[in-house]
């Protein structure tokens, strides 16, 4: 079963707004990864985010972690038509395997 | 530098009969890892390999399921007695830290 929910599902704004996708997750976790996915095929790695960390950035996004509440955030600032995408987090549970467990993820619309 | 490579990119096949996926990961990346995703899913964890041992093979849904990686680079993931409940994207990917970089998939029906 998939430890990782985002919601929302989906989501459509307008370019230039800023769009924030939220995840939340079960278990204890070594760290969390933000992934992006256009078309339904190859994942690309967007920002890591360990369990000692709370906030991070990267370019136009930002990464916020909330180990207490098992929560992290994920935020676009200044939205692209070509940010349309769906967006998933994945968690790297601290269980003693190797899983790496994705969320159902967020579909991102940007009208231009 | 090449990525993550994928074949075939689709696969058509009947209930029943057995297929081979392969993945070819970045050079030097020694852990690799076999996803599937079904329409509107995440990715599901199916295997990961770090060399030429699966470490962690507690996501294959049962024994039809069953994946190699010989040399420590390219992997085969088998599937037996195809189900059409095994229609998915099936992605690979390889690290080399935490990052993993993903293939393309391939699409696999079972008709």
């Known amino acids: 079963s998939q430890q990782g929910e985002e919601d929302p599902q989906a989501l459509s704004i307008q370019e230039g707004e800023n769009a924030t996708m939220n995840c939340s997750y079960k278990t204890s976790i070594n760290n969390l990864q933000w992934y992006r996915q256009n078309s339904g095929r190859g994942l690309v790695h967007l920002i890591l985010?360990?369990?000692?960390?709370r906030e991070k950035h990267s370019g136009r996004l930002r990464v916020t972690l909330d180990t207490s509440k098992k929560s992290s955030s994920l935020l676009i600032t200044a939205s692209r038509a070509a940010d349309t995408a769906s967006y998933f987090c994945a968690t790297d549970p601290n269980t003693g395997g190797f899983k790496t467990i994705f969320g159902a993820g967020t579909r991102l619309f940007v009208k231009a | 530098g090449a990525g993550v490579s994928q074949t075939p990119s689709n696969k058509v096949t009947e209930k029943g009969k057995y297929v081979e996926l392969r993945c070819d990961p970045i050079?030097?990346?020694?852990?690799l890892y076999w996803y599937r995703q079904s329409l509107g899913q995440g990715p599901e964890f199916l295997i990961y390999f770090q060399g030429t041992g699966a470490a962690d093979d507690s996501g294959l849904p049962n024994d039809r399921f069953f994946a190699v990686r010989p040399e420590g680079s390219v992997s085969t993931l088998k599937i037996q007695r195809t189900e059409r409940g095994d229609s998915a994207v099936y992605l690979c990917a390889s690290s080399r830290g935490d990052t993993q970089y993903f293939g393309p998939g391939t699409r696999l029906t079972v008709l």
């Open positions: 050079s030097g990346h020694t852990a």
């Open positions: 985010i360990r369990s000692n960390e």
